[in-house]
């Protein structure tokens, strides 16, 4: 997908400025994040050194990731309450069953990948197929996957290998790996908008009834989506067990909030078709900056979350005043990424 | 004997009335079973899990049990009228665990000083949740946030908040007359709580079916827009349903506070969904405009009766939790169907 050729006179800042406007919630986060990264490191004096990346990234990634999977549900309309319980079942199930070897850990988190989009499917299946209201349906499911993952491990442990650990939250070459796999999730996000399948998406969730007119699949989108979601938790519980190295049945029900808190900063709307999960992966690597930044500032941890609920507030407004500013108050579907 | 409708010139039509009127009956019948259908399955869930119940214990249908049920199930009874008035208006109410919390931490902590009087407290930290629902109101109103943006904004101020006005760690204990409010029994088996949860039901019922703002509510959720143009002032239907809801958490948590003699950080968390899931059990349309508060109760006590009958069939909470999330789904299908 190529853009239009480029007219006589337009210079690389024209360019960029359209690349901005058009995207601009997602330059927003991005600056905000940055802003936070760099307040951050002026107050801690020191100089940007990679450890303090690499944690601020680590700290950040289960919750950004997930919040891309969610982000999908949400951009198609739908609603997912499911992630907590999912990421649980997926975290005891990796801890239990990876195997020792290289082989062995990459085919623990192809099965726990699968396994993810398999549980998706089945929240996708229930809504689509049954036509459940998501919010029941995933909040149902939610139960069923936390009761599975205590039934897996009732007691906090499983085995997970330093291998394991290390090659996921240490560095791969020169970069972080946390990094790294930020970048493959964004990766997947940027395949899915080229797709065909990215069109339907936003044409579903911004207005079903004009897609269905317009021939875009629905219900196979909303199924696919569904099953994508679960395959993003898939990647986030990979990241949480390297990181907490074990396995608790009880891991995954504080993401919840959490999770939805980052969808709603990276500009993502309620009821379908406007947002990217890009912007909500950013936006979880916030709300991780912010409590470091607080720390930073000596201020008691329990002031964080009063920081974090006004900052979410701050967040929709700018994105809503950004939005007003860019000249447009919806983008039409099917367009590109913002 | 009917009185025959005169039309504008005077002119009576007995024959054109008894078809209105026996319209009007039919319509209203037809409203109430449409009604019936929506509420029913919550109830005939509820039947269903008793006489279960029952096979399994004998003594399910003691009077004692019974009383437990419904005090245990009292607490979703309470914030789900709230919640359902949210859902109702098409909107959700995330806030309600750290108002549950907030509200009974504060009376605590109130309860604790020596000069304190329980009317007074009381009627300061409903206020202050009121207070909060407001907030709530006003920034889906005026800073057109969407309400899961504002309420979940709200908790999580309100998390931090707690945890700043407790540093941590929340003390203090329930007013006597809480205790005994949520804890006595009358009768020997009947509990206190069953006649103000009776005053609240009633009132609840009253205020949604039968009062002006209850249509309005209706009318807002089924379409902002009409009921604009309707002249109705949606702005402010919409921050009432809001206070309603935070003033209906908070009495959820003081309940909690008189039941269990503690507060702590997080007593709200385990109520949200469950708030939820009632409402939508009973009947409501999860996109607003559609459900009654019958519905809700009935969703309510389907759920306490549900996690009785789980505990009573296996000792496990793995297996109880899948169970339960398993019911709920066959229930959503049922009401579907």
Redesign the interface.
Same mark, same amino acid.
């Given at each position: 997908m190529r853009g239009p050729a480029r007219p006589i006179g337009t210079t690389s800042l024209t360019l960029l400025l359209q690349a901005v406007k058009r995207n601009h919630v997602t330059t927003f986060v991005l600056s905000l994040a940055v802003f936070l990264l760099l307040l951050k490191t002026l107050l801690q004096g020191q100089g940007l050194s990679r450890y303090a990346l690499t944690s601020s990234v680590d700290g950040s990634l289960v919750v950004g990731i997930a919040a891309m999977g969610e982000t999908l549900v949400i951009l198609a309309g739908g609603f997912d309450?499911s992630v907590g319980g999912i990421i649980s079942f997926l975290n005891v199930v990796l801890a239990t069953h990876l195997g020792f070897s290289p082989a062995g850990e990459m085919g623990g988190v192809a099965l726990i990948l699968a396994l993810g989009a398999a549980l998706g499917l089945c929240n996708g299946l229930?809504v689509v197929s049954?036509?459940?209201?998501?919010?029941?349906?995933t909040?149902?499911?939610?139960?069923?996957?936390?009761?599975?993952? &205590? &039934?897996v491990l009732?007691q906090p442990g499983g085995v997970v290998p330093a291998s394991f650990v290390n090659a996921l939250t240490g560095d791969w070459g020169p970069v972080p790996a946390g990094l790294i796999v930020a970048c493959a999730a964004a990766g997947v996000w940027y395949a899915i908008c080229r797709h065909r399948y990215g069109t339907f998406l936003y044409a579903s969730g911004g207005d079903p009834e004009a897609a269905a007119a317009n021939g875009v699949p629905v219900g196979r989108t909303l199924l696919i989506t569904y099953t994508l979601a679960g395959l993003f938790y898939g990647g986030a519980a990979v990241f949480l067990t390297a990181q907490t190295a074990g396995g608790d049945a009880n891991i995954g029900a504080p993401l919840l #909030?959490p999770v939805?808190?980052a969808v709603?900063i990276g500009g993502t709307?309620?009821?379908g078709g406007q947002g990217n999960a890009v912007a909500s992966l950013l936006a979880g690597f916030i709300l991780d900056l912010i409590g470091e930044v607080l720390f930073v500032l000596g201020v008691?941890s329990?002031?964080?979350?009063?920081?974090?609920?006004?900052v &979410?507030?701050a967040a929709? #407004?700018a994105t809503?005043l950004a939005a007003a500013l860019a000249g447009r108050r919806r983008e039409h579907a099917g367009a590109t990424a913002r | 004997m009917r009185e025959p409708l005169q039309d504008k010139e005077g002119v009576t039509s007995t024959v054109a009335t008894e078809i209105q009127t026996a319209n009007l009956g039919r319509e209203m019948r037809a409203v109430w079973r449409r009604n019936l259908w929506m509420v029913a399955p919550a109830y005939a869930g509820v039947l269903f899990l008793l006489v279960v119940g029952y096979i399994i214990h004998p003594s399910f249908d003691s009077l004692t049990h019974l009383g437990t049920l419904v005090v245990l199930a009292s607490f979703v009874i309470v914030i789900g009228f709230g919640q359902g008035l949210a859902i109702l208006t098409g909107g959700l109410d995330?806030s309600l665990p750290y108002v549950m919390t907030f509200a009974a931490v504060e009376l605590a902590l109130a309860n604790s000083s020596a000069h304190s009087s329980l009317v007074w407290s009381t009627l300061w930290v409903l206020g202050l949740c009121v207070m909060i629902g407001v907030v709530n109101g006003l920034?889906i109103v005026w800073?057109?946030?969407?309400p899961?943006?504002?309420t979940?904004?709200?908790?999580?101020?309100?998390?931090?908040?707690v945890?700043?006005l407790t540093?941590?760690a929340p003390g203090g204990s329930s007013p006597g007359a809480l205790l005994t409010l949520m804890n006595g029994q009358l009768f020997g088996n009947v509990p206190i709580l069953v006649l103000p949860l009776a005053g609240f039901v009633i009132a609840g019922v009253v205020l949604l079916e039968r009062t002006t703002f209850g249509r309005r509510v209706y009318a807002v959720g089924n379409s902002p827009t009409v009921a604009w143009l309707s002249g109705v002032n949606v702005g402010a239907i919409v921050v009432s349903v809001y206070a309603v809801s935070a003033l209906c958490s908070g009495l959820g948590g003081l309940m909690l506070l008189g039941f269990a003699n503690q507060s702590f950080i997080g007593m709200g968390d385990q109520y949200l969904?469950p708030s939820?899931?009632a409402v939508?059990?009973g009947g409501a349309?999860?996109?607003g405009g559609r459900g009654k508060y019958i519905g809700t109760i009935g969703g309510a006590i389907l759920l306490e009766a549900l996690s009785a009958v789980l505990g009573a069939l296996s000792q496990?909470?793995?297996?109880?939790?899948?169970?339960?999330?398993?019911i709920?789904?066959l229930a959503?299908?049922a009401v579907?169907v």
């Open positions: 309450l229930l049954l036509h459940l209201q998501p919010i029941i349906a909040l149902a499911t939610s139960f069923v996957w936390s009761g599975a993952a &205590l &039934l009732n #909030l939805f808190a709603v709307v309620f009821g008691a329990f002031y964080t979350d009063i920081f974090e609920g006004l &979410l507030v929709v #407004l809503t | 995330l920034g800073l057109k946030l969407s899961i943006v504002m979940l904004a709200t908790n999580t101020v309100l998390n931090g908040g945890l700043v540093n941590g969904l939820i899931a939508v059990i349309s999860a996109l496990s909470a793995a297996v109880q939790d899948i169970l339960y999330g398993l709920i789904l959503m299908l579907r």
